[in-house]
């Protein structure tokens, strides 16, 4: 059973940072693409910033240039580096993973419980 397990989120003012990380777990044979979205109340999920299969980056254009995805593979793990945060950067950050899983040998969607990221002075 695969498991997508976020951290990091909680309470910053504006202009601060924070660094969310998100660790996949289980019977993994391999990870075609990991990244971010986010929730705000009464809008839709959006993309906030990924890794896609062939390991280029993608981000939303309202936090190019301050957010910073990085990764280590070797733990299964993708971070993000949240600077010069905004009051509109609040929202519910979701880890979103496609996953190929022992014994299924699909690729399938995993998406993690979410980590609350508040900006507010």
């Known amino acids: 059973q695969v498991q997508l397990v976020e951290s990091g989120g909680g309470l910053v003012q504006p202009g601060g940072s924070l660094r969310l990380s998100c660790a996949a777990s289980?019977?993994?044979?391999?990870?075609?693409?990991m990244g971010w979205y986010r929730q705000a109340p009464g809008k839709q999920r959006e993309l906030v910033a990924t890794?896609?299969?062939?390991?280029?980056?993608n981000y939303a254009t309202a936090v190019k240039g301050r957010f910073t995805i990085s990764r280590d593979n070797a733990k299964n793990t993708v971070y993000l580096q949240m600077n010069s945060l905004k009051p509109e950067d609040t929202a519910v950050y979701l880890c979103?993973?496609?996953?190929?899983?022992?014994?299924?040998?699909?690729?399938?969607?995993?998406w993690g419980q979410g980590t609350q990221v508040t900006v507010s002075s």
């Open positions: 890794f896609t299969s062939g390991g280029s980056t």
């Open positions: 979103n993973a496609k996953i190929i899983p022992f014994p299924v040998w699909v690729t399938s969607d995993y």
């Open positions: 289980g019977s993994i044979v391999s990870i075609n693409a």
